[in-house]
């Protein structure tokens, strides 16, 4: 039985290094308020101006950048996830989708999903979601490392949110654009900790329970081999 105890135990430390990489996701969460809805072919009755545009998007905060550019960060796939809602439309993506961080002489945030699952609008399928930010005066970011933050959207002029709409044969569009009013960063929590409770916990009490019954205590079973020495178990007639 004690080695079973060992066992337990050397799976509970594997299935919390296992578990470790689901911590490397950072998920945020963006807000803003529809400013213009343009489609080719009708008005649609799902949202419109003056609507709140908000959801949020995870990525993974590992990736690498892809471009050996110096000022310009291109983090392609990063994004894993996104939520979209817009009055009764909503839209989510499983797809990956990028973040593109540039300190030039323009700072730039942007991050885009690609096609995200949601609702026809007007026979029209929501292709791209954008969010975007721009300083003119080159002072937002210091490098072109991946934000594990939002930015300070109150560091950029120009703030965006963008969603793209088009029929199967790219025969009509429609855009949906957003000012960028809030971004903030959603808690997400550590599954390492998650694991620690879920596993170790059940650990510590199997534990305890072994040493009350005297299979984990080297002393517990003197007596009895004193008593037994052949170590079976004997019971009263």
Do not use: W
């Not at 199967?168 to 949906?176: A, I, M, P, R």
């Amino acid at each position: 039985m004690r080695k079973a105890a060992n066992i337990l135990l050397i799976f509970t430390f594997i299935t919390l290094g296992a578990g470790t990489s689901h911590a490397d996701l950072i998920t945020f969460e963006f807000s803003g308020t529809v400013e213009g809805v343009s489609f080719d072919n009708g008005t649609p009755t799902e949202f419109g101006v003056g609507d709140t545009l908000s959801g949020t998007f995870t990525f993974n905060s590992l990736d690498s950048d892809s471009n050996a550019s110096a000022t310009h960060g291109y983090y392609l796939g990063s994004i894993v996830s996104a939520e979209i809602l817009l009055g009764s439309f909503s839209a989510s993506g499983s797809s990956s989708g990028n973040i593109l961080v540039i300190d030039s002489t323009s700072d730039t945030y942007s991050a885009e999903q690609i096609s995200p699952a949601g609702s026809s609008v007007l026979g029209q399928e929501l292709y791209d979601f954008t969010l975007a930010m721009t300083d003119t005066t080159a002072t937002a970011f210091v490098n072109d490392t991946l934000p594990l933050s939002p930015p300070d959207i109150a560091d950029f002029g120009d703030r965006t949110l963008r969603l793209d709409f088009a029929d199967s044969s790219f025969g009509n569009f429609g855009t949906v654009a957003a000012s960028l009013d809030s971004f903030t960063v959603t808690s997400v929590p550590e599954p390492t900790s998650l694991a620690l409770v879920a596993i170790g916990v059940p650990f510590v009490l199997i534990r305890r329970r072994f040493r009350a019954n005297g299979i984990l205590s080297k002393n517990a079973c003197t007596p009895c081999r004193a008593d037994n020495p052949s170590g079976l178990e004997t019971r009263e007639a």
